[in-house]
């Protein structure tokens, strides 16, 4: 019973060697007392030995009561070992007697109760005090009480040495013991945790297996839904608006359904442990783009600006999980996006160095997304990264809840797992940002220099179809349904597509078709077939047929983490997952086939009823992209802002060589007067046009004249001497890209043939002006250019031209750079809005100018919209028809009130809107709504202009509308006299 409450096995290791120690000291100390009895060693040292058993069994007893362990410790080492220690070596005998034996006992005893800098300091002390104390009796011998005899020297010796051995001894094997047992619980303990991560790995595994078969088995109908519906949408007759309706609802509905999918494996395979995270080396400058294209299309869907911002120092190449990265700042931008009614989203990249410049030293890669959306609350932040937690449903109205509220989870999850972190910011109804900080290696430290925003790929109706007459694809898939999808989703590509329901008939059709010399170009693989897997079937292609070397895509609805790696380890070519859209399908495919038989041809269109567009075929693409390559000019960048058009970017560059003569030799003439304010607004102009035409040579020379020409000064002999070399070097470039375009435009003159411009005029109603307001003539020629077939456009090269064209052609929206000399963007805007003819004319910012401040200056000065140049023309033809759209509903307004109508507040409504604005405010509101100007309504509140523009733009964030022209439309209505 004793035993078990001293020793219990559940005592942790220490205060089972207290005891031990603690019992053995006060055993001996008994013995020594009643031995110094008999050696004549003195009634004091038999008191003292004495004390020091008692308070042994003293502590031992308090601190087991107690649990008060590490303060006995104490109590032993400054009582026993420092004080009755000390007195009892004077009282017998001192080193001619048995008290240093238990010096021995004492330092071992600390050495074993104590840890860390506590036990070195403690083991030194008493060290040192032992041997103060042999020192002060061989000084002063006087102070040791000697023993009467030489016999009880010796048996005092031999009492305490035998003592001291049979307490160490005693000690060390409890000790021991103690140590036995601990392991023992301890391998128990392995052996239990081992057992249970041998049942949860079965039963991870299991459940891979199970969402494995579970996301082929939904994956799979999915595809087949997603793919008949595209068929359905691309053959419907233009007047079946509910078919091609309904079937744009099915697609967002099946992409939203996929996407839970994808997050709810995703978030499992994190959950079960069996995410790994990669560290390979990744150029930084594909990731931005990257996510660029991610935030363009989610942003283009809801009618939103997308900025991507990167810090021009970042590292090139980065070593780390290039695609989880990309997941966690993909799932900012389609939340931002999703969120987010009015305004627009920002993306920003930069990277902040560990100590040390060296490649490899590595850092933290930071990328935050912005958006002007409906923010969070301060009680739901902690929420946002639980588990199918969502913040509230209700509020604000008009936003659909979408998704399970897993995507923030996995990302906070995959950053953590990369040792990152991520943090939210957000003003609720104002808009929030998301920024992870990740850290990253460093492979290549070289500056990744400007980036460059690029568009994403325009509508499939714009841009170039592909052909590849005479190319063969084997599709093998077990399940008919998917054969017909793919089928289907290649149609009007001229591919010969053939079908296999299993890898046998692969194997078998792969060599016929070897045999009679007409080998497939691509075989398109499912994974998960009954009997021979995907896998299976491509390891036997290899062995089966000599020199096997068709490029095998695996197709399969099997989208678990680490299934690409798998893929493309094994040896194919390219991985694609089910539902797959007839964009990636193509791209894959094409990727493979020989460029000799692919031609590129601009999407049919008729053209006034007289024709078709002859096609651009792919020789004469190559070699015009070769040859405008050697040129400095990227026939990829050009396309892109002509929405993949040939005719348009022809036209584009057509504008520009026009243009071209008389620009540089205005250029020439401001740089020879030394007008460096003008000189730089032609550079700027000269920079926006290039970038358009994808002319990269000559838009890096204009940028760095620019750079050089804004910060020069009337007295920068230094600046002057860089800009008298940077000129020549831009002429040079100059020269060769005219040589460039040139040469095109005779390549591709045969594209006019057949084209009746005349017809091609009149075929558009043009219901609408517009008016283009740009100091620089080329970019007014090529706005008119792609605008001319939609609108009536009107052009100005100035703000004050622009004021006065106003007055007599009473245009219907207004496009407006903001660099022009004179008067600029800024003042030509506030005056447009100051006159009560023109305040309510929608006014979009068409600008070289991306910096997000000028972007927040722009619609804060209250324009509607601000597009930056290079512009893509589907994106700037859509928001100038959205903004049309709007003015026109408020003109019908204000039609109807000419003609004897009354326009009035709809009370109800605006005091429904205005609610929450004090009355102040609401009276500001009210004149806005009925019309009034920023002037006029400072005039009649006796408020200065400029505070009541800011005010209006308080009022406009507060009341969630864009501008003033949505705040009328929304209050005001008509009432018929």
């Keep these: 019973m004793l035993f078990d409450k001293y020793f219990d096995k559940n005592l942790n290791l220490r205060a089972r060697l207290f005891n031990s120690f603690g019992f053995t000291g006060a055993v001996i100390g008994a013995l020594v007392a009643a031995s110094s009895s008999v050696t004549g060693a003195g009634l004091l040292n038999v008191i003292l030995n004495l004390s020091a058993s008692l308070c ?295 990277f902040i160095r560990e100590s040390g410049d060296e490649a490899g030293s590595g850092g933290v890669l930071r990328l935050s997304v912005t958006d002007t959306g409906i923010g969070i609350k301060s009680e739901d932040r902690g929420r946002i990264f639980e588990k199918f937690s969502r913040i509230d449903q209700t509020e604000p109205a008009g936003y659909g809840i979408e998704g399970a509220g897993l995507g923030l989870a996995i990302a906070k999850e995959l950053a953590t797992l990369m040792c990152g972190d991520i943090t939210v910011d957000s003003v609720y109804g104002i808009g929030s940002t998301f920024t992870a900080s990740i850290p990253q290696g460093v492979s290549d430290a070289a500056p990744m220099g400007e980036f460059e925003q690029e568009k994403t790929r325009p509508a499939e109706d714009s841009v170039l179809t592909r052909t590849a007459s005479g190319c063969r694809v084997l599709v093998v898939d077990d399940n008919p349904k998917n054969q017909r999808v793919v089928r289907n989703l290649l149609s009007g590509t001229l591919l010969s597509v053939d079908s296999a329901m299993n890898g046998s008939a692969c194997l078998d059709m792969v060599k016929r078709a070897k045999d009679a010399g007409d080998s497939y170009h691509v075989i398109l693989m499912d994974y998960m077939m009954p009997g021979m897997d995907g896998m299976e079937t491509f390891d036997l292609l290899g062995e089966a047929i000599p020199g096997f070397d068709i490029p095998v895509i695996a197709l399969t609805a099997d989208a678990l983490f680490g299934v690409s790696e798998m893929f493309i380890d094994a040896g194919f070519a390219d991985y694609l997952s089910k539902p797959v859209s007839k964009r990636d399908l193509e791209d894959a495919i094409f990727a493979f086939l020989p460029p000799d038989r692919i031609t590129f041809a601009t999407q049919t269109e008729s053209i006034g009823g007289r024709g078709k567009k002859p096609s651009f075929h792919t020789e004469e693409y190559l070699a015009s992209k070769r040859e405008l390559s050697n040129q400095g000019i990227s026939l990829y960048e050009g396309m892109k802002y002509a929405s993949g058009n040939i005719m348009r970017f022809r036209e584009n560059v057509r504008v520009f060589m026009e243009q071209s003569e008389g620009a540089r030799s205005e250029i020439e003439k401001r740089a020879d007067a030394l007008d460096w304010t003008a000189l730089s607004f032609l550079l700027h102009s000269l920079k926006n046009m290039t970038a358009t035409l994808g002319a990269v040579d000559l838009n890096a020379s204009a940028a760095k004249a620019e750079r050089i020409c804004r910060g020069m000064t009337e007295t920068d002999e230094e600046m002057e001497k860089l800009l008298r070399y940077a000129m020549p070097m831009m002429y040079l470039e100059w020269g060769t890209t005219c040589k460039g375009f040139k040469s095109f435009l005779g390549r591709t003159g045969y594209l006019e043939r057949g084209v009746d411009h005349e017809a091609q005029k009149e075929n558009a109603e043009k219901t609408h002006k517009v008016l283009v307001i740009d100091d620089d003539e080329a970019m007014l020629e090529l706005v008119r250019a792609q605008l001319a077939r939609q609108y009536e456009v009107i052009t100005a090269n100035g703000g004050e031209r622009a004021l006065r064209v106003m007055k007599e052609e009473n245009p219907d929206i207004i496009l407006l750079d903001i660099e022009m000399p004179g008067m600029d963007g800024w003042e030509t805007l506030d005056r447009i809005e100051d006159n009560p003819a023109t305040a309510d004319i929608p006014v979009i910012f068409l600008t070289g100018r991306s910096d997000s401040d000028d972007r927040i200056k722009g619609m804060d000065a209250g324009a509607s919209d601000y597009i930056t140049k290079p512009f893509e023309r589907d994106i700037l033809l859509a928001n100038i028809r959205r903004r049309l759209a709007s003015a026109m509903r408020l003109r019908s307004m204000l039609e109807a009130q000419k003609n004897g109508a009354v326009l009035e507040l709809d009370g109800k409504k605006f005091e429904e809107l205005t609610s929450k604005l004090n009355e102040n405010d609401k009276e500001i509101a009210r004149l806005m709504a009925l019309g009034g100007t920023n002037r006029s309504i400072a005039a009649k509140l006796n408020y200065a202009p400029g505070t009541i523009k800011n005010k209006a733009t308080q009022i406009t964030n507060e009341l969630g509308v864009k501008d003033r022209f949505e705040l009328r439309e929304l209050v005001l209505k008509v009432k018929q006299p």
Aim: with cysteine; proline share 3%.
């Design 56 to 350: 042994a069994v003293f502590l031992i007893e308090y601190a087991n009561r107690t649990g008060q362990f590490e303060r006995c410790y104490n109590i032993t080492v400054v009582v026993v070992f420092f004080i009755l220690f000390a007195a009892l070596y004077f009282s017998a005998g001192g080193y001619h007697g048995g008290t240093p034996s238990f010096f021995v006992f004492s330092v071992t005893f600390t050495a074993m109760m104590f840890r860390g800098k506590k036990r070195t300091a403690l083991v030194a002390s008493e060290i040192v005090f032992y041997c103060a104390l042999c020192l002060i009796q061989y000084f002063m011998p006087g102070l040791v009480s000697p023993f009467p005899s030489e016999w009880s020297v010796a048996t005092d010796i031999a009492t305490g040495f035998v003592g001291a051995s049979l307490a160490l001894v005693f000690a060390m094997a409890a000790s021991f013991q103690a140590y036995d047992s601990q392991t023992k619980k301890l391998e128990a303990a392995r052996l239990e945790a081992e057992t249970s991560r041998l049942k949860a790995e079965a039963a991870n595994e299991a459940k891979t297996a199970f969402l494995a078969n579970m996301s082929h088995e939904i994956r799979t109908p999915l595809n087949d839904i997603l793919g008949l519906n595209e068929i359905i949408s691309r053959y419907a007759e233009p007047g079946q608006i509910k078919i091609t309706e309904g079937a744009a609802d099915i697609k967002e509905s099946g992409e939203s359904l996929k996407n839970l999918i994808g997050d709810l494996l995703d978030m499992s395979k994190l959950v079960s442990g069996g995410q790994e995270i990669a560290s390979d080396d990744y150029n930084v400058s594909r990731l931005i783009r990257a996510l660029s294209v991610t935030g363009e299309t989610e942003t283009r869907k809801r009618g939103l600006q997308f900025t991507a911002n990167a810090a021009p120092d970042i590292p090139s190449v980065l070593r780390g999980d290039y695609e989880r990265v990309k997941q966690i700042a993909a799932n900012f931008l389609t939340n931002a996006a999703k969120y987010t009614e009015r305004g627009g989203v920002t993306m920003s990249v930069n």
